[in-house]
């Protein structure tokens, strides 16, 4: 009897890791910042941004997605509206690593299987850990690397679009905003002790980056079972 619920909880567990759709693919676009330094605009790519992205979808509303993205954050004073950070004239740049998992939602039902067009919005929302470089301004105003790196933690939320282009690829476009727990991307607050006196700027706000692209998503798997969800 024991070999028998060992051979069934086998067979249950195989079938429903068949009875999914999965996707892999890419993402290509611009990212900018929004914190201390450089301009404050919401939407405006500065500096290429590219990665790859896995989504594991769990019913025709809902998919569990990770993604992992690389690109420079990069801002300019000159740039800014605000006439004193371009009298003050700061810019800074940094390579980050950004690891994303959680939860997409789409507005209307988006079952891969059926034939034909389809597309829909979409929502996304986890948690995300960007590793960047960490640097600081000199009281005369120089960008300086403190030759270390950190773990920024933040919450990314995604607004797009997606559509069924061909049998097993789907395309997407989305703006997505990162919001961090961390003010030390921007170099406005260093992350040695040591250096605190030359921290600067808004500590009340933290840092935010922008994705701004597309993606292209291969689908494969066998067709799900969606009645438990």
Not at 41 to 48: E, K, V
Request: glycine share 10%; net charge negative; hydrophobic share 35%.
């Amino acid at each position: 009897m024991r070999y028998f619920f060992l051979m069934l909880l086998s067979t249950f567990i195989i079938n429903k890791a068949e009875a999914q759709i999965y996707e892999v693919g890419v993402f290509a676009g611009g990212s900018n910042f929004i914190g201390d330094v450089g301009a404050t605009d919401y939407i405006s790519p500065n500096q290429p941004a590219f990665g790859a992205i896995v989504k594991w979808n769990r019913s025709p509303r809902h998919s569990f997605r990770a993604s992992v993205i690389f690109t420079e954050l990069k801002g300019l004073d000159v740039k800014s509206d605000d006439p004193r950070r371009k009298e003050r004239g700061y810019e800074f740049n940094t390579s980050i690593i950004e690891i994303s998992a959680g939860m997409e939602f789409t507005f209307l039902d988006f079952d891969l299987h059926k034939s034909g067009l389809k597309g829909t919005p979409y929502l996304y929302s986890g948690i995300s850990l960007a590793n960047h470089d960490n640097n600081y301004f000199t009281s005369a105003g120089q960008f300086t690397s403190e030759n270390t790196r950190s773990w920024a933690v933040g919450i990314p939320m995604a607004l797009g679009y997606k559509a069924k282009i061909s049998h097993h690829f789907v395309l997407g476009a989305e703006i997505g905003a990162r919001y961090t727990f961390s003010d030390e991307l921007d170099g406005s607050v260093p992350d040695s002790v040591d250096l605190e006196t030359l921290s600067f700027g808004n500590t009340n706000n933290t840092d935010w980056y922008m994705f701004t692209g597309i993606t292209l998503t291969y689908t494969f798997g066998r067709r799900p079972c969606y009645c438990n969800f």
